[in-house]
C-alpha cells in the first residue's frame, strides 16, 4: 500500500487518531465519514492506493458545487484541530482479499504513528437476534480494550457489547490466527456451505479490520450499528455523533457558520442518482 501525499500537504504527527468506514450494508460508514469530513471541513491530505481496492473515479463530494476535482477509491483527510486523520474508502476490496487488504491498512497505520483506530461500520438488521428500540437506535461496538471486547468508556456511553464477539470461536480464532500472519491455517475455513449463523460476524469486513489493527499492537474501537438498505442517512447521523462521543468532540464547533448543526456533503444531494427530468410528465 502506497501514500501519495497531496502537493503541498503535510500529515501532522499530532492527529494520531485514526477513523475511517468498513464497508458494509447500507453503505453507512462511508456516510458518517463523509459527515465528519465536510462537517470538520478537513483538508484532504493524500491517497491510498492499495492493489485490493477496486479502481473507480468521482467527481469532488463535498463542494459546495461540483468542482471537477476528482475524487479516488482512498482518501486521508485530516482535521489537526481535532486531531484526527480520517480515511475514506469509496470502491469495495476485491473479492477474497479482505484480511490482506486488513493487513496492508493496519501496516500503514502503524507505520504512520496512529495510536487509536475507530471503525465505523453497520449489521444486517435481519441478523438481529434482541432488538430493543426502547431507547431509539442502539450502538454497538467491539474493542481491543479487553480480551473480550470490552472497554469500560464504551460502557459509560451507555452501549452495548456487541455479544457475538467471541475470540474463542473459530472463525473469530482463524483471523486472529491471520492477522497475525501464520499463513498456515488459511485455508482451513469451512466452506461457505458449511458457514453456521455465528460466524457470519466474523465474515464482515470490520472484522478482518479489527483483528488486524489489534494484530499490530493499535487500540481498536469499532462501532456498529443494525440497519438495512434504503434511506441510512439518518443512521449515519446517529454513527457519526457515537464517534464524537467516543472522541470528546462536540460537532457544533466543527464548522465556522455558527448554526451548530452538522454540514451535509454536496454528494448527498443525488444520493440516489440526479433529480428525473421532470418534462417527462
Given at each position: 500500500?502506497?501514500?501519495?501525499?497531496?502537493?503541498?500537504?503535510?500529515?501532522?504527527?499530532?492527529?494520531?487518531?485514526?477513523?475511517?468506514?468498513?464497508?458494509?450494508?447500507?453503505?453507512?460508514?462511508?456516510?458518517?465519514?463523509?459527515?465528519?469530513?465536510?462537517?470538520?471541513?478537513?483538508?484532504?491530505?493524500?491517497?491510498?492506493?492499495?492493489?485490493?481496492?477496486?479502481?473507480?473515479?468521482?467527481?469532488?463530494?463535498?463542494?459546495?458545487?461540483?468542482?471537477?476535482?476528482?475524487?479516488?477509491?482512498?482518501?486521508?483527510?485530516?482535521?489537526?484541530?481535532?486531531?484526527?486523520?480520517?480515511?475514506?474508502?469509496?470502491?469495495?476490496?476485491?473479492?477474497?482479499?479482505?484480511?490482506?487488504?486488513?493487513?496492508?491498512?493496519?501496516?500503514?497505520?502503524?507505520?504512520?504513528?496512529?495510536?487509536?483506530?475507530?471503525?465505523?461500520?453497520?449489521?444486517?438488521?435481519?441478523?438481529?437476534?434482541?432488538?430493543?428500540?426502547?431507547?431509539?437506535?442502539?450502538?454497538?461496538?467491539?474493542?481491543?480494550?479487553?480480551?473480550?471486547?470490552?472497554?469500560?468508556?464504551?460502557?459509560?456511553?451507555?452501549?452495548?457489547?456487541?455479544?457475538?464477539?467471541?475470540?474463542?470461536?473459530?472463525?473469530?480464532?482463524?483471523?486472529?490466527?491471520?492477522?497475525?500472519?501464520?499463513?498456515?491455517?488459511?485455508?482451513?475455513?469451512?466452506?461457505?456451505?458449511?458457514?453456521?449463523?455465528?460466524?457470519?460476524?466474523?465474515?464482515?469486513?470490520?472484522?478482518?479490520?479489527f483483528s488486524c489493527f489489534?494484530?499490530?499492537?493499535?487500540?481498536v474501537t469499532c462501532l456498529l450499528?443494525?440497519?438495512?438498505?434504503?434511506?441510512?442517512?439518518?443512521?449515519?447521523?446517529?454513527?457519526?455523533?457515537?464517534?464524537?462521543?467516543?472522541?470528546?468532540?462536540?460537532?457544533?464547533?466543527?464548522?465556522?457558520?455558527?448554526?451548530?448543526?452538522?454540514?451535509?456533503?454536496?454528494?448527498?444531494?443525488?444520493?440516489?442518482?440526479?433529480?428525473?427530468?421532470?418534462?417527462?410528465?
Open positions: 500500500m502506497d501514500f501519495v501525499t497531496e502537493q503541498g500537504k503535510q500529515p501532522h504527527e499530532e492527529c494520531s487518531t485514526l477513523l475511517l468506514p468498513a464497508l458494509s450494508i447500507g453503505n453507512v460508514g462511508q456516510l458518517a465519514v463523509d459527515l465528519l469530513v465536510s462537517s470538520m471541513k478537513a483538508e484532504r491530505i493524500g491517497y491510498l492506493d492499495d492493489p485490493f481496492v477496486l479502481p473507480c473515479v468521482g467527481n469532488d463530494a463535498y463542494g459546495p458545487i461540483p468542482c471537477g476535482e476528482l475524487a479516488l477509491p482512498l482518501e486521508a483527510y485530516q482535521s489537526s484541530s481535532n486531531g484526527l486523520t480520517l480515511l475514506q474508502q469509496r470502491s469495495p476490496v476485491v473479492k477474497g482479499m479482505m484480511v490482506e487488504f486488513a493487513k496492508n491498512l493496519a501496516n500503514f497505520a502503524a507505520a504512520s504513528g496512529k495510536k487509536h483506530v475507530v471503525l465505523l461500520s453497520t449489521l444486517d438488521f435481519g441478523k438481529w437476534q434482541k432488538i430493543d428500540m426502547s431507547s431509539g437506535l442502539q450502538i454497538y461496538y467491539v474493542s481491543s480494550t479487553n480480551p473480550d471486547g470490552r472497554d469500560d468508556h464504551c460502557e459509560q456511553l451507555g452501549w452495548k457489547r456487541l455479544q457475538e464477539y467471541n475470540p474463542a470461536q473459530r472463525c473469530w480464532k482463524h483471523l486472529s490466527t491471520l492477522a497475525e500472519g501464520n499463513t498456515m491455517l488459511e485455508n482451513n475455513l469451512p466452506f461457505e456451505d458449511e458457514l453456521e449463523e455465528e460466524d457470519y460476524y466474523p465474515s464482515l469486513p470490520f472484522a478482518a479490520l489489534k494484530a499490530k499492537g493499535l487500540k450499528c443494525y440497519c438495512s438498505e434504503g434511506d441510512n442517512m439518518q443512521d449515519a447521523f446517529n454513527l457519526a455523533e457515537a464517534a464524537c462521543n467516543l472522541l470528546g468532540l462536540n460537532p457544533s464547533t466543527f464548522h465556522s457558520n455558527g448554526s451548530g448543526s452538522w454540514l451535509t456533503p454536496l454528494s448527498w444531494q443525488t444520493v440516489y442518482g440526479p433529480p428525473p427530468d421532470m418534462s417527462i410528465f
